[in-house]
């Protein structure tokens, strides 16, 4: 199960995981930030945590959710385009990178709605 799970991650080439490592990572920095925030209390404004939370992630999410939406459109093209058995393959990129989509959408618009 694990082998199986690992070479699936493999076949999906090291830029699709690198923008789906950054996609989680957008969203758990803010994350990071708020548990600190609650264990040690506030931290300084020009600090790294404070400055990747509060620029850097917000700015980077909508970026990549567009990143994301041609990714999904180039599994599309593939799946139409390949007739042997990898069509599969670029069907559950799509379902996953979707479902990565959704959940960044429900982490960030609140933010957005708040603050723009």
Known sequence: MVSTFKSQLLSFGFLRLGLIILSILSMLIP??????IQTLGPIAE?????????LIAPAMAPVLIIVILLDIIMS?????????GAGILYRMI????????VVMLLFWVPFFIYFI
């Open 31 to 36: 994350t990071v930030e708020w548990m600190v």
């Open 94 to 101: 799509g379902r996953i990178e979707t479902l990565l989509i």
């Open 46 to 54: 020009r600090s790294a945590l404070g400055l990747s939370a509060q």
């Open 76 to 84: 599309k093209i593939q799946t139409t385009d390949d007739p042997t």
